[in-house]
């Protein structure tokens, strides 16, 4: 763990630098240019090759596409209790994103033209579900689930298979679950490389959603413009604003939680108003990674993806979130902190308040998406939610007396740009 004081003279030097770290690299960009060039120009061939090669498992072209009956299979075969948690979750996701469903409108303009707005699901979508180190059966749910409230009429699921070529059967069961039935056992670039440019097997994708790793993030990058991307969700992120009403268990327990996906580059940050606190929460993250899973994966995010910061005002604490725009944030301080706290922030992917909403609440169930941007690309992205899966098309309707309000200024404007036909072609309706 890195510690820094906000007050020290080389604190943002030093807080840009750590969170540089988290782009990217050049060589992780090159060797995705080179599997994306080579899916486009090889496709199914290709597609096998980089499933053995990153995922140990020998697939041809053929058995890409999960057979349905088998998606189904899973479903039916889901313990009991599984069905039960993913149907709960499935119904508080379904009546949060419910809610952000865009409706069409119409209004009148100054000249009484008609204008206004419909969407449309986009045609054909494809969702990336992580499944690298493990099988992220909830982002089944923070994906599909929009999909199908849009309305989008093609829906096709990538994840990557074990060298076995098996998918994990609960995630199979919550795509089913979701509604959606055409599933690749294809994941990592190659994935990203067959939605985008479509192989003989794999019909090419108009959109591409979904998080993954800094390859799967970097490949949906460099695609985009040959499909859409939804942002660029990668390697997890949590930043845990803590004062001295925070409990240190808590906080470490929701750090602990973040660092543990395993990718190998995720980030943690704590924002504490004193030393004390920090330490406080170090202790306790010592000794609850004894109690955990997976403890050395875990153990590499805390040695180089964690930084903690003393900053005591918050003014600055605000300016450090903002910079950083984490993907997750938690603020566990008094009601007034808190209150200042959440207006000044305005770049952070998803806000948990007080010390009972850890992130966990958010990755699994508690309705918005879980799918957020990452990398400080939060700056300028949101969370993935319905309308993303929708397009937008405006509409205009003049009328013979609307279009004689409305001479005046396209002729100034004509003139002005020197676009003489375009001047005529009102002026001949007023
Ligand atoms: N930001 C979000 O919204 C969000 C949500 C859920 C998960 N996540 C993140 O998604 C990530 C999932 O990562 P994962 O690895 O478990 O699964 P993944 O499915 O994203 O990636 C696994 C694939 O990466 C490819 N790969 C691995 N090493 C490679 C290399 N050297 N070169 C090229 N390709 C390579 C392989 O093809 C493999 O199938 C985690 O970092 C997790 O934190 C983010
Ligand atoms: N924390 C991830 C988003 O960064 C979402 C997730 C899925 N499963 C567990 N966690
Ligand atoms: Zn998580």
């Known amino acids: 763990m890195k510690t820094l004081s906000a007050t020290s003279k080389t604190f943002a030097d030093e807080l840009a630098a750590f969170c540089r770290a988290a ?41 890409f596409r999960v057979k349905p009956t088998l998606i189904a299979d899973a479903a039916k075969k889901l313990p009991a209790a599984e069905r039960k948690a993913i149907e709960a979750a499935h119904a508080n996701i379904l009546a949060y994103n419910r809610k952000n469903l865009p409706a069409n409108w119409t209004a009148k303009n100054k000249h009484g033209a008609e204008v206004g707005e419909k969407f449309d699901p986009i045609r054909r979508v494809g969702l990336y579900i992580p499944g690298g180190q493990v099988p992220l059966v909830s982002t089944v749910l923070m994906t599909a689930t929009m999909a199908k409230i849009a309305g989008c009429p093609q829906i096709a699921a990538f994840t990557p ?8 059967p609960s995630l ?20 990203v490389g067959a939605m985008a440019y479509g192989t003989t097997t794999i019909p090419a994708v108009d959109k591409i959603f979904g998080p993954g790793n800094a390859y799967v993030c970097e490949a949906k990058r460099q695609v985009f413009g040959t499909v859409g991307v939804d942002s660029l969700p990668g390697p997890s992120e949590l930043m845990v604003i803590a004062d001295d009403t925070a409990r240190a268990d808590f906080v470490a327990a929701d750090l602990l939680a973040q660092a543990e996906h395993g990718s190998g580059r995720e980030k943690i940050y704590l924002v504490a108003t004193s030393q004390k606190i920090i ?23 805390l040695t180089g993806g964690f930084l ?66 990452t990398a400080r690309t939060a700056r300028f992205s949101s969370g993935l939610r319905t309308a993303d899966f929708m397009r937008r098309t405006s509409i205009v309707r003049y009328a013979a007396a609307s279009v004689k309000k409305a001479n005046d200024v396209t002729s100034r404007f004509a003139a002005m740009e020197k676009l003489d036909a375009h001047g005529r072609s009102v002026k001949i309706r007023a």
């Open 23 to 63: 782009e990217p690299s050049p060589e992780i960009a090159a060797s995705v240019a080179a599997i994306l060039a080579d899916v486009r120009a090889r496709g199914d061939e290709a597609v096998s090759y980089y499933a053995a090669k990153f995922d140990s498992a020998k697939l041809r072209a053929k058995e």
């Open 161 to 168: 298979s074990d060298p076995s070529g098996k998918v994990s």
């Open 308 to 373: 903690a910061i003393e900053a005591p005002a918050p003014d600055q604490i605000a300016d450090i979130a903002n910079y950083v725009a984490p993907e997750h944030l938690e603020i566990i301080t008094k009601p007034a902190a808190e209150k200042k706290l959440l207006r000044a922030i305005t770049t952070a992917g998803a806000i948990f308040l007080g010390n009972h909403t850890p992130t966990a609440l958010g990755d699994f169930t508690a309705g918005p998406s879980h799918v957020l941007p």
């Open 172 to 191: 199979l069961a919550a795509l089913h679950i979701a509604g959606v039935d055409e599933v690749y056992r294809i994941g990592g670039v190659q994935a």
């Open 279 to 301: 330490d406080a929460i170090s202790g306790e993250i010592q000794s609850q990674l004894k109690l955990i899973a997976r403890s050395e994966k875990t153990q590499a995010v």
